[in-house]
């Protein structure tokens, strides 16, 4: 999954395009950034000083890439604005170490399913058979992408009934359960897309 600090480069990267990102082979952020390259959103550098065969690889946000991550962070902006706007008094400075990571979470995972979601909007199928996959990826990616601001809606519930109480620790706990459910689905259909365009064969759904 992205984690906090994979979500600040994202970040960093977009409010400066052309700089150098770096991250660990097989990781979210590797994967994220491979399906952006294909769309031309990132570019790979294999002789940048970061770019370690077999360890790290590094890459740089396009101009075009840039405007896309910046409008998804956005988005980001704005769902948390709407999640914490309702509940009087919340500060995330002060808030519980577990709702502070449940939030980055969130965000994390808004971030990259969001963008997966763009990519596949942006593919172009040569025949039917890719036409009905690219469907049925965009309706798999939405559902996905729900239930993500679902858990964001479990987790200002939680604030607003209060972290420790007991309706509140449920709210956490679905909260956990539902986003751990949307990175299973996103590695899944992630490794489906590197199956499909290496040409091998899909796994098992």
Not at 60 to 73: F, I, K, N, P, Y
Not at 127 to 149: C, P, S, T
Not at 182 to 188: M, N, P, Y
Request: glycine share 8%; charged share 20%; hydrophobic share 40%.
């Amino acid at each position: 999954m992205l984690s906090p600090g994979d979500l600040s480069v994202n970040e960093g990267a977009a409010a400066r395009p052309g700089s150098t990102m770096a991250t660990g082979v097989g990781s979210a952020n590797e994967a994220l950034w491979l399906q952006m390259a294909r769309a031309g959103w990132t570019q790979q550098i294999t002789t940048d000083i970061l770019s370690i065969p077999g360890v790290t690889s590094a890459y740089t946000l396009t101009e075009s890439g840039a405007r896309a991550v910046t409008t998804e962070l956005a988005a980001i902006v704005n769902v948390k604005r709407q999640m914490v706007g309702k509940i009087e008094g919340f500060d995330p400075h002060t808030a519980t170490e577990r709702v502070r990571q449940l939030c980055d979470i969130f965000s994390a995972l808004f971030l990259r399913t969001s963008c997966q979601l763009a990519l596949a909007k942006q593919a172009e199928p040569l025949n039917e058979q890719g036409q009905a996959r690219k469907r049925e990826h965009i309706l798999a990616l939405e559902e996905i992408l729900k239930g993500v601001a679902t858990a964001g809606i479990f987790i200002a519930d939680a604030i607003a009934h209060g972290p420790d109480s007991s309706v509140g620790l449920n709210l956490l706990e679905r909260t956990t359960a539902g986003l751990r459910y949307a990175e299973q689905c996103l590695t899944q259909w992630a490794a489906e897309m590197r199956a499909e365009q290496s040409g091998g064969s899909s796994p098992p759904t």
